[in-house]
Nanobody, 118 residues
């Protein structure tokens, strides 16, 4: 059974940093492009960033470009999101999912809460 498990969320002050991780198992992780999505309170699911299967191509939403960095380690079946210069509007539940620049990926994790507040 395919499984994606996010970790690394928490409470951070504006301007701070967090690193999210997503552990994958039950499918061939290295065959899939992967994405980070988020859902803020009262809002819909938003695409944040994607990385291709080999890690050589990345894409970012304009709202996070220059502040967030997506990466992956196919040997460890793990996806990462380094989040710097966090803003209050980054507060959301963050999900990892399969797929390239889509919120409709085949597999999606349960999410990890990120709260940016002073």
């Amino acid at each position: 059974e395919a499984q994606l498990v996010e970790s690394g969320g928490g409470l951070v002050q504006p301007g701070g940093s967090l690193r999210l991780s997503c552990a994958a198992n039950g499918f061939t992780f290295s065959n899939y492009a992967m994405s980070w999505l988020r859902q803020a309170p009262g809002k819909g699911l938003e695409w944040v960033s994607s990385i291709d299967s080999g890690g050589g191509r990345t894409a970012y939403a304009d709202s996070v470009k220059g502040r967030f960095t997506i990466s992956r380690d196919n040997a460890k079946n793990t996806l990462y999101l380094q989040m710097d210069s966090l803003k209050t509007e980054d507060t959301a539940v963050y999900y990892c999912a399969t797929g390239w620049k889509t919120t409709a990926g085949y597999f999606r994790g349960q999410g990890t809460q990120v709260t940016v507040s002073s």
